[in-house]
């Protein structure tokens, strides 16, 4: 791995044997994009490949009374572009100045190449843990005319075809400047040979896949609703013509940020694609003093070309392993039980602890109690804002619960929605000018709620005051932090007029400060970031809270497209996963309770229900399922995952396998929506096995096929899932079961 200067060309060449990245300083002192891609070799100069072009209505250079009608910022691929003096185009920046202009004009001044990553100050990042697993080069850039600096960090990683990339301004000027934008990353593909992928939904329908191919003009994904969302991901593949799930060029762009943000794709009249992600410039606005300086967040792409799987799994090592951090990242997850589902806000000790025991006694490893168990909480109408026991439900408060949950061996954890307050609460009582609103104009609800105002340090102090008391008192062992609505009226009483515009950001880096602080105090606890299922499933997250609830929707057949979806981006252990009781809460399906653990196993895994409820056979299933996530989650939430049945290609089938690192152990699953007579025969081709090895297939984690068949065999003819043929004697041959089946297959090699 190496971060290469050619002073002769001032050529920089960031590459590590499997990719390449390549930009230049032009003539005119910008950063001018040459390559982005599978490695190339290198060499002193690579600017034969800028492609200096001019047409009619681009401004072309023009200095000394020289004029270059071959050179225009217009028509040359540039690494962080200013709109506006000779590009027209979309920009990265944008910079209010006290003369009213908009314009910059960031030229190179120096570098530097650093061993490893430096930190990002307040701010979720990727990080290294030796020097020699990535390198960092610093450029910076200047506008004389503004007195502001840019740097421009780019870090390449030694095991991961990835870079990550951010921006800083620092101002020196000493009537300051006003950001209006910042990118965090911004870069020129050389055409628009492209299909764009993109993770869309809604409340309960999160991370579903949709493509289309890139046309002239922006497109894009987006959120102003103060959180990720899970309307749109804050994430974007390109993918080469031809590419697929394991083969052929993709491009991956994902940010770490939790707030609004704007990831999009502007193809412009040479059919150049303009890429760049960040904050959403809507709404934002950051005034810097001279000596004060704004870094953004940061943007990782993925260059893969094992098609979309290669990139996804670039992703999940580089989330998991250096994006998580702390004690939980290298731990096995407890399995849990959540009570939201099974009780709602009818919260009592008793009816905590018989939960707690009968989940116990299945072999569960944390009890989890949810909304409902503080404050005035007996609806969501009231209670928020409110974080002390209600002692009338739990007489011994949440300690005494608490103790009892730990005596019984297992853990204890509890939920939270510290950015919320119902009018219906002390605290709103007391602090009604806490709220996020815009004073003479009426607020809105949504589930009955406000939004506290989180850009104020004050209303943060106090949620870590109530918050950090409960979790000293009580021996607990995790957090479900939830998020329950979107933002509206985003104005903060706290500021003034000319700070409005950094409302947002503040929020979300005091969401942040307030994670840090409550992780570095109890080290031990593992957080779980909720937003209503996925509304705020981020890689940002990832770096304060290793797992996430993926959705509120917990019906397996939904479950199987939505978690495919997400797992695009994000590791399977933090997809937060739970067997529901059916009929369904959501949807009202029934489905049984094999196919719900079936499903959940691909994630952080647990239920969401009342085990008393169920039949003793029931009761015997989850014993079975307890102790086969325990054997086999390390596999699951370790090893590589292949996709290997598009739900949303397939109407009707789901399917995809988990390989060891050495290949000698696999888990496969296949999921069938519906089931057809007559039904043709099915194979399910693998992936990522040793084709040299012989594989013992157990299917539904117990039965032993009777042949083992080769890697070879398996990856390309497949595993047999058709239905019934009768005349061959196979455990897994079953008759049709009828709808909403899945099949577990176990591999394992001598
Ligand atoms: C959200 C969460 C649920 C549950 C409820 C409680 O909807 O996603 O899991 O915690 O809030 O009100």
Redesign the pocket.
Known sequence: MAIIYHESSQTFHLTNGCISYIFTVLKDGHLGQIYFGAALRDRPDLTHLLEYQSSNQSPYYYVDGVEDYRFSPNQLKQEYPSFGLGDLRQGAIEVLQVNGSRYTDFRYVSHRVLNGKPTLEGLPATYTEADDEAETLEITLTDPVIHTDLVLLYTIFRDQPAIARSARLVCRNPEGIVLQKAMSASIDLPDADFEMLELAGAWAREFHMHTRPLRPGIQSVYSLRGHSSSQFNPFMALLRPGADENHGEVYGFSLVYSGNFLVQADVDFMNVTRVMLGIHPEGFSWPLAGGESFQTPEAVLVYSDKGLSGMSRAYHKLYSTRLVRGYWRDHERPILL?N?EATTFAITEEKMLQIAGKAHELGIDLFVM??GWFGARNH?HAGLGDWTPNYEKLPSGVKGLAEKVEAMGMRFGL?FEPEMVNEDSDLFRTHPDWILHVPERPGHLIRHQYVLDFSRRDVMENLYRQMSAILREAPISYV?W?M?RSMSEVYSAALPPEQQGTVYHRFILNVYALYERLRNEFPGILFES?A??GSRFDPGMLYYAPQA?TS?DTDAMERVRIQYGASVVYPLSSLGAHVSAVPNHQLHRITSIKARADVAYFGTFGYELDPNLLSGEEQEAIRHQVAFMKRWRRLIHQGDLYRLINPYDHDGEGAWMVVGADRREAIVAYYRFRQHVSAPLTRLPLQGLDPGLDYHILYSGETELPEPMGGDELMHYGLITSDYPSEIANPAYEPGEGDYLSRIYILKAD
């Open positions: 959540n939201w949810d909304d969501d939920w479900k939830d329950n909720c209503g299922g609830w509120d």
